[in-house]
């Protein structure tokens, strides 16, 4: 490989802009990071990436930053004597939902970048405005209602979007800033997701839109494959359906077909390959599934600050509690997502509860010990109940409930009799385990239309569980969530560096470049990629008898989750 061909995948995360280089055969030979706070935060006056409107609930990132650190992560390559020329194929991943705004003079100022002067130099002009909304930004509650109320109901919208409305995604954000600066949005030509954004700077013309990354807008149709008629008025009131279209324009049908050649600007400033081409970027959710083979019937799940459940799937079954996209590669296939707020922020404050571990320095000793030494469901004898629980310190997305602590019993046989718990009938300890398995339970719930029989007899559930984020690590969060959810071939830890986006990125450009006609992602990936370096098996899975009796109490858990709701709403 001291000679083949050589492949770039990138990460503009909220907070880092990451450069990874592969070989044909996945092995990584060079990287390179920008972090945003650390190298650019004094001049940008940013905060973790991003700058704050909190009257409003902005939340945003100035698109001159991004410029200046792709010149800064392509400088850092050079530096590590990176064989640029040897690059062949172009990809990436970037933040989900945020949207560029480009002037008329966009296209010129692509066309004609001197590789002399740097890139936030030349392309001032061509930005019609200087920010892109954040993920994390939720000043759209209007226009998220408005949304919901388009297509009649938020399950309406979930059918065709893939996700109800949410404060966000790109068109509710569109919406609102079209009204709120309306001559920005006359003097817009085009909008980008921030993924075609940074595929648009290395082709030298504006990029179309990857058709994963436009599930995360609340405007593509899935099902009609093409852009919501209905969605298109509402989002372009007055101005007009026509000029919303012309402004996102077409939407990159094929995951792996190449956009054209890089720019000249990149090989004369930093050494590319004149016939170095470049395939569509893709969202950070999408490159996630990307960054392994990850079959029909495996799941991943991101236990961080927050938690993240993620499936490919050939059935489209949406729902307004998560979110369903199109495939970022493989036609027919979707993901689907669910996203909570309270992952390991409510896991550490059961944590913190519990008594501070004596004969450790590992903070989680005690909670580890506690969760593992109680039995499923806290079913300590044939007369207990099974007890439930949930622990939001913040308000969660799924579902819908504000932040609390309820917990309830059933009987385990069926689920039946499910009844609030009072505190003195609470054993101490409980909520260890219960913190983790009501986690796992909400992902089983949502997902359980998703999955059939791996076979040889067993119930439905998972292949396999990947997990990945901090979460990962704890042994007994492993346990229990292999218990829960299942996994006929184990859990396993993923460990990719923290270079999942970036990853799945780079792996896209090798797919992209070197497949046979008709060759799938999985299949070339999967042919290639050395499972071996990057997971390890930490949970056994399916257990018969254990995952049978979370089954029982399955519905219970959903119920629970009602009751709770109807109160709020009464409330």
Same mark, same amino acid.
């Given at each position: 490989m001291a000679d083949g061909p050589l492949y770039l995948g990138f990460d503009l995360s909220t907070q880092q802009l990451k450069a990874i280089v592969v070989q044909s055969d996945l092995h990584v030979v060079a990287d390179a990071n920008v972090d945003f706070d650390k190298d650019l935060g004094s001049k940008y006056g940013i905060t973790k990436g991003v700058l704050v409107n909190e009257d409003e609930g902005e939340v945003f990132a100035p698109v001159a930053l991004w410029?200046?650190?792709? +010149?800064? !992560?392509?400088?850092?390559l050079q530096e590590k004597n990176t064989p640029m020329n040897r690059i062949r194929g172009i990809s990436g991943s970037c933040q989900q939902h945020g949207s560029v705004y480009w002037s008329r003079k966009a296209e010129g100022l692509l066309g004609a970048l001197r590789p002399e002067d740097a890139l936030v130099d030349q392309l001032t002009g061509a930005f019609s405005h200087p920010y892109a909304p954040n993920w994390q930004d939720h000043s759209t509650q209007a226009e998220c209602d408005q949304f919901d109320a388009r297509l009649g109901s938020a399950e309406r919208l979930a059918e065709v979007t893939g996700s109800a409305a949410h404060h966000r995604f790109t068109g509710? =954000?569109?919406?609102?800033l079209r009204r709120k600066l309306p001559d920005m949005y006359?003097?817009?030509?085009?909008?980008?997701? !921030?993924? %075609?954004?940074?595929?648009?700077?290395?082709?030298?013309?504006?990029?179309? /839109?990857d058709i994963s990354d436009a599930c995360g807008m609340n405007l593509w149709d899935i099902p009609a494959n093409n852009w919501s008629e209905p969605l298109l008025e509402l989002t372009a009131g007055k101005d007009g359906v026509a000029g919303l279209r012309s402004r996102l324009g077409e939407v990159q049908q094929d995951g792996g077909g190449s956009m054209g050649r890089i720019s000249s600007y990149f090989t004369a400033k930093y050494g590319f390959n004149p016939n170095c081409e470049v395939a569509p970027f893709t969202g950070d959710n999408p490159a996630t599934i990307l960054a392994l083979p990850l079959r029909p019937l495996d799941a991943i799940v991101s236990l961080g600050t927050s938690t993240t459940f993620l499936m490919s799937t050939p059935v489209y079954k949406p729902d307004p509690s998560y979110h369903f996209f199109n495939h970022p590669t493989t036609p027919g296939q979707y993901m689907f997502m669910l996203c909570y707020k309270n992952g390991g922020l409510a896991r550490e404050k059961v944590r913190d509860a519990l008594p501070a571990p004596q004969d450790s320095d590992d903070p989680w000793a005690t909670f580890n010990t506690t969760a593992l030494s109680t039995p499923p469901l806290s079913i300590r004898s044939r007369s207990d109940p099974a007890r439930l629980a949930l622990h939001f310190p913040l308000p969660e997305i799924v579902p819908n409930i504000s932040a609390g602590t309820w917990r309830y019993t059933c009987n385990p046989a069926d689920g039946s009799g499910l009844s609030e718990a009072p505190t003195d009938s609470w054993p101490a300890g409980t909520d260890a385990r219960a913190i983790v398995e009501s986690q796992a339970l909400s992902m089983r719930l949502r997902s359980q239309t998703l999955v059939h029989s791996p076979g040889g007899g067993l119930p439905a559930q998972p292949r396999r569980i990947y997990l990945v984020g901090g979460g990962s690590l704890n042994?007994?969060?492993? =346990?229990?969530?292999? +218990?829960?959810?299942? $996994?006929?071939?184990? !859990?396993y830890k993923l460990d990719v560096g923290g270079n999942a986006c970036a990853l799945g990125g780079a792996y896209k450009a090798v797919w992209a470049f070197e497949r046979a006609r008709g060759e799938s992602f999985d299949e070339l990936i999967g042919d290639r990629w050395k499972e071996d370096a990057a997971i390890q098996k930490v949970g056994e899975g399916y257990r018969e008898g254990v995952f049978?009796?979370? $089954?029982? !109490?399955?519905? %219970?858990?959903?119920?629970?989750?009602?009751?709770?709701?109807?109160? %709020?709403?009464? /409330?």
């Open positions: 410029l200046e650190s792709l +010149d800064l !992560v392509l400088q850092r509710t =954000q569109i919406m609102r006359a003097a817009t030509s085009r909008i980008s997701l !921030v993924s %075609a954004f940074l595929a648009s700077i290395f082709l030298g013309t504006v990029a179309p /839109t042994p007994a969060i492993a =346990q229990i969530m292999g +218990d829960v959810l299942g $996994g006929s071939e184990g !859990v049978e009796g979370y $089954g029982r !109490v399955l519905g %219970a858990f959903g119920e629970m989750e009602k009751r709770i709701l109807e109160v %709020a709403r009464n /409330t």
